[in-house]
C-alpha cells in the first residue's frame, strides 16, 4: 500500500491533455515536502521529470507541468505524443515516517 | 556524463546473503548522499536505503531494516547493499540513484540489476 495515492491509468488521444493527480496527507505533501516526478519508460528506469513541485530538468520538454497545493500534487501533460506513453510516479518525503514515500503509479496510454 | 552502474544481482536462495554494488561516474562522488530504491515485478517504486556523503549516517525502509546495510567507499566512488537473509518479497530490480544536495529526490538512477530470490 503506498503513502502516496495516484491513479493507476489515464489516457487520452494525440495532442489532448492529461493530468495524473498524487494525494498525500499533513505528514508527507502536507507538511511541506517537496514533491518530484519520474517517468518510467518500458523496461527502463526511473528518470526525473519534474523537481520541487513545478520544475524541469534540463531536457524535459515545456509540455510536462506540476503543481503542488495543500495535500496533494499534480502532474500535466499537455499536448500528448505517442512518446508520453510510460508509468509516472509521484514521490515525496513522509516527516512522520522519516522515509521517502513513491506514488502508487499511473500508466498513461496514448490512444 | 553522469553514469551509475549496478551490479551483483542474481538469483539466490531464501535466508541467503547477496551484495550488491553501484559505481558512479561523471560527479564527485564523495558530495552526494546516495539511495538504493528498489521494484518487484510489475509493481512500483520502493525506496530501500540511503547514505549521506561522507558515510556517517544511514537510514532504511522498515522492511529491510536489520537485514540490508547500506555502504560506500568514497575512494572507489562505489556504493554497496549487502543484503542478508533474503526472501521472496526481496525479489526485484535495485536501482541505486544520486541524491539531490537541495532537497529531497533522485537523479540519476542506474539501469538497475535484478535480484531473485528463490529456491
Known amino acids: 500500500q503506498s503513502v502516496l495515492t495516484q491513479p493507476p491509468s489515464v489516457s487520452g488521444a494525440p495532442g489532448q491533455r492529461v493530468t495524473i493527480s498524487c494525494s498525500g496527507s499533513?505528514?508527507?505533501?502536507?507538511?511541506?515536502?517537496?514533491v518530484h516526478w519520474y517517468q518510467q519508460l518500458p523496461g527502463t528506469a526511473p528518470k526525473l521529470l519534474m523537481y520541487g513541485n513545478k520544475y524541469r530538468p534540463s531536457g524535459v520538454p515545456d509540455r510536462f507541468s506540476g503543481s503542488k497545493s495543500g495535500t496533494s500534487a499534480s502532474l500535466a501533460i499537455t499536448g500528448l505524443q505517442a512518446e508520453d506513453e510510460a508509468d509516472y510516479y509521484c514521490q515525496s518525503f513522509d516527516s512522520s515516517l522519516n522515509t521517502y514515500v513513491f506514488g502508487s503509479g499511473t500508466k498513461v496510454t496514448v490512444l | 556524463q553522469l553514469h551509475l552502474v549496478e551490479s551483483g544481482g542474481g538469483v539466490v536462495q531464501p535466508g541467503r546473503s547477496l551484495r550488491l554494488s553501484c559505481a558512479a561516474s561523471g560527479f564527485t562522488f564523495s558530495d552526494y548522499a546516495m539511495h538504493w530504491v528498489r521494484q518487484a515485478p510489475g509493481k512500483g517504486l520502493e525506496w530501500v536505503a540511503a547514505i549521506w556523503f561522507d558515510g556517517r549516517n544511514e537510514y532504511y525502509a522498515d522492511s529491510v531494516k536489520g537485514r540490508f546495510t547500506i555502504s560506500r567507499d568514497n575512494s572507489k566512488n562505489t556504493l554497496y547493499l549487502q543484503m542478508n537473509s533474503l526472501t521472496g518479497e526481496d525479489t526485484a530490480v535495485y536501482y541505486c540513484?544520486?541524491?539531490?544536495?537541495?532537497?529531497?529526490?533522485?537523479?540519476?538512477w542506474g539501469q538497475g540489476t535484478l535480484v531473485t530470490v528463490s529456491s
Open positions: 499533513s505528514s508527507n505533501i502536507g507538511a511541506g515536502n517537496d
Open positions: 540513484a544520486r541524491g539531490s544536495q537541495v532537497s529531497r529526490w533522485f537523479d540519476p
